[in-house]
């Protein structure tokens, strides 16, 4: 049989806050929830922020809570929108003919331009005379034109959380979500090695645009020419994989699959896919997937804002008719399928542990749903690069036809959309059609359809994550999140067969809703869509594959791993994600390493590494 990929465990971190024990799912639906299911996410919260709780947790602390989370005015950690620097280029020169200025010897370049001459020198300064012009470039400041993004809560720091050196925001936010990931798993990753072989284990992570602050990329780009220094470690941590780099080398000690797909906004579901088909071919029986991203930076929104693709200032003035200059309601920046005016930049580190089903039943692994397939299709030829094409109607065809089939006639009603759901004037059309004809197609009225974007943002390779883990979340508390930034659907959305949800949805079960398509459409026509199957339904699959038996001793395994998850989880909403990094740990080399024509044993590791192989291309002998 072809192994099913299980969903055992998840986490990261967003603007909704932590993922882990869908926290930050509950954050978005927080006005759906009583008070006492909403305490341990608060504190969770509180927690992260560094906010204290000893007063308990007041209506005053709770309404801090909210407004250091979800989308929200650009904070001065990333930057300042008030006042963005910038530098203004000029040519000076003197009033009357030649100009005189002093600096310090250091500080001028070793190669003097032909009109400078130095023509004093006072202990370390040195005057020059200019004959003529000179370029210059004057220090200048400006109002940023986008002051809307989704950031992870207020307060909150990754790197202060471990030995973050010269890390680039976005790798630590990755090492804090690879971490809750992991903590939410309720059993050492040891554990699960005591199973497998060291080398069926992989890992795909990374991030769209690698790491693009002043510690990676943007620095590397930038330093030198503003009169900085490039740092050792700029050009390596600026890599897009990474992530996956940083999980095995000081995380999980892994010898296994490694790397990073990248399809810009599709990113995610990319990673998924790679780590689905090594499940399901039997390559790797056990997979991290994940994306982290760190584009809340003036350079970064500016190219988007350039495009005309970002929800800037005067774009959601106009749509709210509003006079210039006046403030914008940040919290409503993001609008899928209503009048908007463009997409809400976000960061967003999350990651999703997978397992085959015969390794989940073995360990009793927490199982939180399972990944039947994902489907990635191109555009083909199109006029724009930027512009959504032919194939996303492909993809969501395809997981629609994968759900009728699992689940049976008439299933892909007992499912819901999480929609790419950007908030662009484009989106809103092309989407819905989109949605709306498979719907038409397979008898569907009101097909369910939520966007999550509204809450956290466009978080670009992390933006599929922040979508399956808040539907991971409905299967534990039964509420579908509303759209509730919009008071409407706008006039060109296609919807006669779909169910736009504005308010959150009670499903009346946890069981109503059987799965859910995920769907992502990235520049650069990278289309793609997943089917993700509930707890229950994956619970029924695996019954039918593998027996009663086998789910009964199943769920007696299953007792203490909960039971530890649980303790895990409760630790961290008090004291914080304990942070895994493992640097310099179990290092080995070559002494460390015995070959054989049968095996590779690994001093770290108790199990072989078997080079026994049946080649798949039938009997070759001569």
């Known amino acids: 049989m072809t192994r099913l990929p299980v969903i055992v465990g998840f986490g990261g971190v967003n603007a ?31 927690t992260m922020m560094n906010l204290d709780t000893t007063g308990g947790l007041t209506p005053e602390l709770i309404e801090t809570l909210r407004a250091g989370t979800l989308i929200r ?22 009033l009357h003919g030649d100009m005189e200025f002093t600096a310090r010897r250091n500080q001028l370049p070793r190669h003097l331009p032909e009109n400078w001459e130095v023509t004093a020198v006072t202990g370390r300064e040195v005057t020059v005379k200019v004959t003529g012009a000179t370029p210059a470039l004057f220090p200048e400041h400006k109002k940023y034109p986008v002051s809307s993004a989704g950031q992870v809560p207020t307060g909150f720091d990754a790197a202060s959380m471990y030995r ?16 809750d990931a992991l903590n939410s798993l309720g059993m050492d ?8 072989s060291p080398d069926e284990v992989s890992v795909y992570a990374g991030s769209a645009l690698g790491q693009v602050d002043d510690k990676g990329y943007g620095g590397l780009y930038q330093t030198e020419l503003t009169g900085g220094r490039t740092s050792s ?61 760190a584009p809340v930076n003036p350079a970064i929104m500016g190219g988007f804002d350039v495009m005309g693709a970002l929800a800037n200032d005067d774009n959601l003035r106009r749509v709210d008719e509003l006079p210039d200059g006046a403030p914008v309601d940040n919290r409503r920046a993001c609008r899928p399928f209503s009048s908007n005016a463009g997409f809400t930049m976000a960061e967003s580190a999350q990651f999703i542990i997978l397992m085959d089903d015969e390794l989940a039943l073995a360990t009793g692994a927490n199982i939180h749903g399972s990944v039947p397939d994902v489907f990635i299709n191109a ?69 369910a359809v939520t966007a999550v974007k509204s809450y956290v943002g466009h978080s670009l390779g992390p933006a599929a994550a922040d979508q399956i883990i808040a539907s991971l979340g409905v299967w534990a508390h039964g509420i579908i999140p509303g759209i509730k930034t919009i008071d409407h659907i706008a006039d060109d959305v296609h919807n006669s067969n779909l169910n736009i949800l504005m308010d959150h ?47 009964a001793a199943w ?29 310099g740990e179990s290092v080995m080399d070559e002494n460390d390493v015995t070959l054989s024509k049968e095996q590779i044993t690994l001093k770290e590791f108790a199990n072989s590494i078997s080079l026994a192989s049946k080649h798949p291309y039938g009997d070759m002998t001569p």
Not at 19 to 41: D, N, Q, V, W
Not at 251 to 278: K, P
Not at 420 to 432: D, K, L, M, Y
Not at 507 to 517: C, E, K
Request: include cysteine; glycine fraction near 10%; aromatic fraction near 6%.
């Open 16 to 46: 909704a806050g932590r993922s882990a024990f869908h926290h930050g799912y509950k954050r978005m639906i927080e006005s759906a929830l009583p008070p006492e299911t909403m305490a341990p996410t608060w504190q969770n919260l509180a």
């Open 189 to 196: 990753w040891s554990e699960i090695l005591k199973h497998i």
């Open 233 to 293: 470690k700029m050009m390596a941590l600026s890599l897009g994989e990474m992530a996956a780099d940083f999980i095995n080398s000081y995380m999980i000690n892994s010898v296994g699959s490694t790397g990073s797909n990248v399809g810009a906004c599709a990113t995610f579901l990319y990673n998924l896919r790679q780590g689905m088909i090594d499940i399901q071919s039997g390559k790797a029986r056990a997979v991290i997937v994940g994306n982290t991203e």
């Open 505 to 551: 949805h009670d499903t009346g079960s946890l069981t109503a809703m059987r799965g859910s398509v995920i769907n992502s459409k990235g520049f650069g026509g990278n289309n793609a869509s997943a089917l993700i199957l509930s707890p229950d339904e994956t619970l029924k699959m695996m019954r039918k594959r593998h027996g009663d038996a086998a789910v």
């Open 379 to 447: 555009d083909a030829n199109k006029k724009s690069i930027s512009a959504p094409g032919v194939g996303n109607y492909i993809t969501i065809a395809k997981a629609a036809a994968l759900a009728e089939s699992l689940l049976g006639e008439g299933g892909l009603a007992q499912t819901f959309v999480q929609a790419h759901g950007t908030g662009t004037p484009q989106n809103r059309v092309t989407e819905s059609h989109i949605l709306n004809e498979v719907a038409k197609l397979h008898g569907v009225n009101d097909w």
């Open 73 to 94: 005015r650009i904070e001065p950690v990333h930057f300042d929108v008030d006042a963005v620097l910038y530098q203004h280029k000029a040519d000076i020169h003197g």
């Open 164 to 179: 973050s050196m010269h890390h680039p925001r976005a790798l630590t936010q990755a090492v804090y979500g690879a971490s």
């Open 555 to 583: 769920q007696q395994r299953n007792e203490p791993v909960a039971e530890t998850a649980k303790r895990n989880d409760e630790n961290a909403i008090k004291n914080g994600v304990p942070i895994i990094y493992k640097f």
